[in-house]
């Protein structure tokens, strides 16, 4: 019995990172029923600095005390779908997300800071003014009830939402209540669909 656990672990450490989000996805999507009105988690996270210095902790309730922010989270830095869709969707719609109102952009995984960083200087995130936080100890993701434990590390679910001054008011998951996967729904395209209907 051991043996089968110890090989079920090496073959979930050995997954590709995308099928890995995919099963995260999966699981936490289940579980995703944060409601509006739901006031944001007073949780830590942190922010990793150039040349590796100390990364400077932020209070998420806090911060989005009088203000309108986007907080979006995805499974893993530098994974495929992460990279090429979900971060550079809010990098390219940064000035139209401004333009409804948002005040700040929070990008958010259970990497460490440091990974945190170098992702979002490799996709010019900073250059859009978006907070590149993490959720290493996987407060947030916990909070919200999205965290997936894995054999290496506890990863987010994806998701996006929009939080006005301390209280989400719009909650997007990467999954239907089908099951059937929904990473579209996360995007920057979706997040600015719903400011705009609340706008209306």
Same mark, same amino acid.
């Given at each position: 019995?051991?043996?089968?656990?110890?090989?079920?672990?090496?073959?979930?450490?050995?997954?590709?990172?995308?099928?890995?989000?995919?099963?995260?996805?999966?699981?936490?999507?289940?579980?995703?029923?944060?409601?509006?009105?739901?006031?944001?988690?007073?949780?830590?996270?942190?922010?990793?600095?150039?040349?590796?210095?100390?990364?400077?902790?932020?209070?998420?309730?806090?911060?989005?005390?009088?203000?309108?922010?986007?907080?979006?989270?995805?499974?893993?830095?530098?994974?495929?779908?992460?990279?090429?869709?979900?971060?550079? @969707?809010?990098?390219?719609?940064? #000035?139209? /997300?401004? !333009?409804?109102?948002?005040? &700040? *952009?929070?990008?958010?995984?259970?990497?460490?800071?440091?990974?945190?960083?170098?992702?979002?200087?490799?996709?010019?995130?900073?250059?859009?003014?978006?907070?590149?936080?993490?959720?290493?100890?996987?407060?947030?993701?916990?909070?919200?009830?999205?965290?997936?434990?894995?054999?290496?590390?506890?990863?987010?679910?994806?998701?996006?939402?929009?939080?006005?001054?301390?209280?989400?008011?719009?909650?997007?998951?990467?999954?239907?209540?089908?099951?059937?996967?929904?990473? @579209?729904?996360?995007?920057?395209? #979706?997040? /600015?669909? !719903?400011?705009?209907?609340? &706008? *209306?």
């Amino acid at each position: 019995m051991m043996l089968r656990v110890i090989f079920a672990m090496a073959a979930l450490a050995a997954a590709p990172a995308a099928a890995f989000s995919r099963a995260v996805q999966r699981r936490g999507g289940a579980s995703m029923s944060v409601e509006a009105g739901t006031k944001i988690p007073d949780v830590k996270l942190f922010e990793g600095q150039p040349e590796y210095a100390k990364a400077h902790e932020l209070r998420l309730g806090q911060f989005c005390a009088g203000k309108k922010v986007v907080v979006f989270a995805v499974p893993g830095a530098f994974t495929p779908g992460c990279s090429m869709s979900h971060l550079p @969707s809010f990098v390219e719609n940064a #000035a139209a /997300l401004k !333009a409804q109102g948002v005040d &700040a *952009v929070i990008c958010t995984a259970t990497n460490d800071p440091y990974v945190m960083e170098a992702w979002g200087r490799d996709q010019k995130a900073q250059d859009a003014d978006i907070l590149m936080l993490s959720d290493k100890d996987a407060e947030l993701a916990k909070a919200l009830g999205v965290a997936s434990e894995g054999a290496a590390m506890t990863r987010s679910a994806r998701y996006a939402m929009i939080v006005e001054d301390g209280v989400i008011t719009t909650f997007l998951p990467a999954v239907k209540p089908n099951g059937e996967k929904w990473s @579209s729904n996360t995007y920057a395209p #979706a997040v /600015l669909e !719903a400011l705009s209907k609340a &706008a *209306v």
